[in-house]
Nanobody, 125 residues
Framework: QVQLVESGGGLVQAGGSLRLSCAVPGRTFSNSPIGWFRQAPGKERESVAAINHYSRVTYYADSVKGRFTISRDNDQNIVYLQMDSLKSEDTAVYYC??????????????????WGQGTQVTVSS
């Protein structure tokens, strides 16, 4: 399995912004839809956003719609998650992952086969 690498997490005050990055191996990147998930302590991993490869169609969870933006840089093989207007409830470990196929549901953990190690995001109120 390929290894994705997240970065960009940290501590931020409520209302602030962070940008997460997900580096994807080049051969895998060009034809892979990528998703972001998060997991807070004691909670299940939940979907945040996803982006397709060629069409760049994007998907967002209702809880982040209008505040988060997913994008991809095909030259750098990186997928970004821009997070604005952060809230304390956004505190979690954030993971990026590769979706198995374009037909798989974007918001299901089981649709993804390669994950990064995660990056911690902490929003102080």
């Amino acid at each position: 399995q390929v290894q994705l690498v997240e970065s960009g997490g940290g501590l931020v005050q409520a209302g602030g912004s962070l940008r997460l990055s997900c580096a994807v191996p080049g051969r895998t990147f060009s034809n892979s839809p990528i998703g972001w998930f998060r997991q807070a302590p004691g909670k299940e991993r939940e979907s945040v956003a996803a982006i397709n490869h060629y069409s760049r169609v994007t998907y967002y969870a209702d809880s982040v719609k209008g505040r988060f933006t997913i994008s991809r840089d095909n030259d750098q093989n990186i997928v970004y998650l821009q997070m604005d207007s952060l809230k304390s409830e956004d505190t979690a470990v954030y993971y990026c992952a590769r979706r198995r196929s374009i037909g798989a549901s974007w918001n299901l953990v089981s649709s993804y086969d390669s994950w990064g190690q995660g990056t911690q995001v902490t929003v102080s109120s």
